[in-house]
């Protein structure tokens, strides 16, 4: 197996190189168990995000990092949004999205008690690792359905052409890794 | 709606109280996005924990308690058991459970790379709540399988009945409320 040696926010990681598709190889970067490097990230990524009065992640990899940032930005609430349906949300508040890599149906939710926080307020939404974009359009869609606006998007990695876009925030750059014929 | 008003490591949260059974409500107790308490849980479960190499947790509830805990423990990794084989595991490890509340099969696996560090190691398991200790019991069965030892099992809460357990650390009981005809 090969290695793509990451450097972020002083900590450094060895990332398994896997072939994903007939075309394209990528670097393995896993954040869920890392409490080192989540610690060290969410500081350096405080200084670059804008003000806002809530962040928002995805289950599961983001939420190491939006409950360190809360914890370090002195904000006692944060949202996850679920990838179905829990029992603890007395009236779910859905949003369906599809992706357009794999054409299937997911859905993101929040309990509507949660949504109802969200209404009127700026909301930041983080990712671990910021890619294709579609994680993040998902969470915007959720923001902007239930009324909130969305203050900015972060992540501590852009991978490919996601480094090209001037409408995130991140630390550092994931390379892709075409496969040679 | 009725509430339980929980007080625990000088936080107090409102919790709704709902009924899941002919015979039987619980009080909703969330610990995702709830920062201020995760920080405030896990400084007071600190104090209570014995010596460990590393946490040990299910998704998705536990991640944010496991995060705090080993930051302020001082413990760079730590290990979150997944309920589906995901692509970030090369070689997935995994543990088959069933249910015997629900007599469903479910799974938690780890990559085989993170199972290797688990050998032979101190292994403390950590989750939101022990209910019914299903939850723990599968964890349990994850850390024997690759090789490590059971250090503890903790948890903010206990509820119902697991309040009675002594072989479990917790902050807090929970009650149940039973349904009356």
């Known amino acids: 197996m090969s290695f793509f040696t990451l450097h972020v926010a002083g900590v450094t990681r060895h990332l398994p190189v896997r072939q994903i598709s007939d ?14 490097l989540v610690v060290h990230a969410a500081a350096a990524l405080k200084k670059k995000l804008p003000e806002a ?20 930005m002195g904000m006692k609430r944060y949202f996850v949004a679920r990838k179905s349906i829990k029992p603890y949300m007395a009236e779910p508040f859905v949003t369906e999205v599809r992706s357009m ?12 008690a949660e949504a109802g926080l969200i ?22 869609l959720l923001v902007r359905e239930a009324g909130g606006q ?13 480094a090209e876009r001037s409408d995130i925030i991140y630390l ?10």
Chains 1, 2 share one sequence.
């Open 150 to 162: 969305v203050a900015g998007r972060a992540a501590i990695l852009a991978e490919g052409q996601a």
């Open 101 to 112: 890599t794999t054409q299937k149906k997911q859905i993101l939710c929040l309990d509507r």
């Open 119 to 140: 209404r009127d307020r700026r909301i930041l939404i983080i990712d671990d690792v910021i890619s294709t974009g579609e994680s993040i359009q998902a969470l915007e």
């Open 53 to 72: 009065d809530y962040l928002l992640t995805a289950e599961a990899k983001g939420i190491p990092l939006v409950q360190e940032l809360s914890r370090i």
């Open 23 to 36: 075309t394209l190889s990528i670097a393995s970067f896993v954040i869920l168990g890392d409490a080192e």
């Open 172 to 181: 550092e750059k994931l390379p892709v890794f075409p496969v040679a014929d």
